[in-house]
């Protein structure tokens, strides 16, 4: 149970992770009361230097004892570590906002997207599972369109920039690209091909069904979300060599009659959304300009043309912020200003 405060003690379970770093930005940028901010790492990370709202805090090692007297932990340091010490956190009465795949399918465990599902979290939460980054953006948009016209089926094309999967693919994708230019051998050791003027149909483990674990997490994480099992997800998700924000290509199908024009307007009185949808201005949301914005971006709604009820758009958002660190600060505000 949280206490209301002025101020809250605030961990940061993988504070020098690319999320975890944004973590610390977006807590300072947003003047979340933060009365002591403890940044905890692995061993490796120790005595490293972050900055927050200008002065220096030393990163400490991740242990079972890091979370006496702190009040929200937001762990951002792997499912395994999620795994291993959200639960020394919660004994010491710390609610987890946890960014990994550990707890989100666990049914006591509220998956919290807080302009969808906020009231999900319980009186007493112990751990919120923050959604993977391609779920977030997606049931962003499909939200009011299954209040309004309820759907069907979602058919989904995900094109994933290389910072969802951390530092070092950001670095093999600027490597990989300057190499290329200068005529280089290009080496890869983040993804199993070169990702550099390439596209890679493949994120996360394959799984017995012929899908990705990423894949199946959008299936199941939707329809967790939503609240609603009937919903039938079809994703095929992709890396692109893009630095910042993932896009997706987004066909739903509804029961009630559905049309561009009226999901639109919906889309457009969403909170977090900013449809930008002007085709005759070749205006439509781009990876490059949705970075480092907290909004999702819609655009290219239009109406399905192929004689089913159904419409399609384009959805883009900064995978690193909406899609992990501000869902997870977001979810901590909804806790500290219900
Ligand atoms: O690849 C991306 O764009 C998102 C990656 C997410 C991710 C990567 C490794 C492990 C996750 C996640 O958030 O689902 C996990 C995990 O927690 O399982």
Redesign the pocket.
């Known amino acids: 149970m949280l206490h209301k405060k002025d101020q809250y003690n605030i961990a940061v379970a993988g504070s020098t992770g690319a999320v975890g770093r944004k973590i610390l930005e977006i807590l300072e940028e947003r003047n979340f009361p933060v009365a002591k901010l403890k940044a905890l790492a692995s061993a490796r990370s120790v005595g490293q230097t972050l900055k927050f709202k200008g002065n220096p805090v030393v990163v400490e090692e991740l242990n079972e004892g890091s979370f006496e007297g702190m009040d929200i932990a937001l762990f951002s340091a ?2 395994s570590v ?1 795994r291993q010490f959200a639960p020394f956190a919660v004994k010491s009465n710390c609610i987890v906002i946890d ?4 707890f ?1 399918m666990e049914p006591d465990i509220p998956l919290v997207v807080p302009e969808v599902n906020p009231g999900s979290i319980g009186q007493d939460p112990g751990i919120i599972a ?1 959604p ?3 779920t977030i953006q997606m049931v962003v948009a499909l939200k009011p369109i299954h209040d309004k016209f309820r759907i069907k089926r979602v058919v989904v094309s995900t094109y ?2 290389v ?4 530092q070092k693919a950001i670095n093999e994708l600027r490597n990989q690209t300057r190499n290329v230019m200068d005529g280089k051998p290009v080496k890869h050791n983040v993804y199993p091909h070169q990702i550099a003027f390439n596209c890679l149909p493949h ?2 483990l394959f799984l017995e069904n012929g899908y990705t ?2 894949e199946m ?1 959008m299936v199941n994480e939707t329809q967790k979300i939503l609240g609603d099992s009937s919903i039938m997800v079809s994703p095929t ?1 992709v ?1 692109v060599p893009v630095f910042y924000s ?1 896009s997706e290509s987004v066909n739903v199908e509804t029961i009630n009659p559905v049309n561009a024009r009226e999901v639109k307007e919906l889309l457009s009185g969403m909170d977090g959304v900013q449809v930008f949808d002007d085709p005759e201005s070749n205006e439509y949301p781009l990876a490059i300009d949705c970075a480092d914005k907290d909004e999702v971006f819609i655009g290219r709604i239009r109406d399905d043309i192929s004689g089913v009820n159904a419409i399609n758009f384009w959805v883009v958002s900064d ?1 690193l912020r909406k ?2 660190a501000l869902n997870a600060v977001q979810i901590a505000e909804y806790l500290v200003n219900r």
Do not use: L, P
């Open positions: 792997g499912a999620s960014n990994s795949s550990a989100r923050n993977n980054c391609s994933q920039s910072s969802g999967s951390g994120i996360d674990k990423e997490k998700t890396r993932h995978n899609g992990a």
